[in-house]
């Protein structure tokens, strides 16, 4: 297992790269395997890990990625300290499930309420698209609601199990228009300000749109 790790990390090149949104996919990757790659790598957060299904998914985040996802993780949490919403911040913690055969590192996730081994709300940046259904991989996982920004847009699922004949194409996720979990954020107030290329600007127009 050992020498066979090794050669993936070797052949992902992801320590030469140019492109800071690389990606490197492998397949035939045991659970075993990829414990121990996220056991390797835990003392670097630069790498995004994805597991589905033996797939195996490695991303180096670009500067623009991460921009974008702080943006998004200090109005939500502006907006929750403001509400007095009492929540636990996970960041990209791993969140894995072996009976599922998934595992995640998501940009951003929170526990409204009390604290939980599964984070209830992942934010998800998109710049360039992945291998790996993120979707089907939280729903593996029982997140109950999944943000995905992508082409300056911000599209919001709220997990319904209850229903499992409908939104079957986004794995029981319904789209949703407001988060469930934080119903007075004005969503298009996010997503504009998030695209304010001043960070104290951006800040001041999010506080007053509140």
């Known amino acids: 297992m050992v020498s066979s790790l090794k050669e993936l990390l070797e052949d992902s090149e992801l320590a030469h790269i140019d492109d800071p949104e690389e990606k490197f996919v492998t397949s035939s990757v045991s659970w075993q395997m990829y414990e121990a790659l996220l056991a390797k790598l835990e003392d670097n957060s630069h790498y995004r890990i994805t597991y589905l299904d033996e797939i195996l998914e490695i991303v180096s985040p670009s500067i623009r990625h991460e921009n974008i996802k702080k943006r998004l993780a200090i109005f939500t949490e502006r907006y929750l ?58 729903h593996r996982l029982g997140v109950a609601e999944v943000w995905v920004w992508q082409i300056n847009r911000l599209k919001l699922y709220h997990l319904r199990e209850e229903i499992p004949s409908e939104f079957v194409d986004t794995h029981r996720y319904e789209q949703i228009i407001s988060s469930e979990f934080l119903p007075k954020l004005d969503i298009a107030l996010l997503e504009r300000c998030t695209q304010i290329s001043d960070d104290i600007q951006a800040i001041d127009e999010f506080e007053q749109g509140m």
């Open 81 to 138: 300290y403001s509400q007095r919403i009492r929540f636990s911040p996970m960041g990209s913690s791993t969140i894995k499930k072996q009976l599922g055969q998934a595992g995640a590192e998501p940009d951003e996730c929170y526990c409204i309420g009390e604290k939980k081994d599964i984070p209830d709300l992942v934010i998800e940046v998109i710049i360039t698209s992945g291998s790996l259904d993120k979707l089907k991989i939280y």
